[in-house]
């Protein structure tokens, strides 16, 4: 099904994106260019939508968000 397919359809594109995205989620893939904030748990984009940020990739979100915004800011 559509539903079982989805995380390897994701891991395939993951895996051909560029470092500023990131698998924020196991449904998704975040640019890190167009987040507005981050909170706790959820991502806003420029654009309002919001996306969850799962527990366990919270972490490894944060130091790339992070490292993200000490690059672009050099």
Do not use: Q, W
Not at 12 to 28: M, Q, V
Not at 41 to 66: A, D, Q, Y
């Amino acid at each position: 099904s559509l539903h079982d397919a989805l995380p390897i359809c994701l891991k395939l594109l993951e895996d051909k994106l560029d470092t500023n995205f990131y698998r924020c989620h196991a449904s998704f893939i975040v640019n890190l260019l167009h987040i507005d904030t981050y909170e706790r748990l959820e991502i806003k984009l420029e654009n309002n939508f919001h996306i969850p940020v799962s527990k366990h990739r919270k972490s490894g979100f944060t130091e790339k968000l992070l490292d993200f915004y000490a690059r672009y800011m050099e």
